[in-house]
């Protein structure tokens, strides 16, 4: 294998990532949603907690994004 097709795959497989962060979000906002709908009025106090969520799998997903981005573009 030479090292071009190395950085590729290496780059692909950090993108997966990136799908996994999307389905990270997409689980946040459902589960607050279900809760939200079983307890309308607790769902003020955890809205907070909502975005916090939702900005750590954000963050993951963003960081798998950059590594597969150095991988393809500056090694």
């Known amino acids: 294998m030479d090292a071009n097709a190395a950085k590729l795959l290496g ?3 950090a993108a ?5 962060a999307a389905l990270g979000v997409g689980n946040v906002f459902g589960s607050f ?3 939200a709908l079983r307890n309308p009025g607790a769902a003020d106090g ?9 900005a750590a799998a954000e963050l993951l997903g963003l960081l798998a994004f950059v590594v597969a981005m150095i991988l393809l573009f500056v090694a």
């Not at 997966?16 to 996994?20: A, D």
């Open 11 to 13: 780059a692909g497989l």
């Open 16 to 20: 997966i990532g990136v799908g996994m």
């Open 33 to 35: 949603l279900e809760g």
């Open 46 to 54: 955890q809205q907070g907690r909502l975005f916090i969520g939702f």
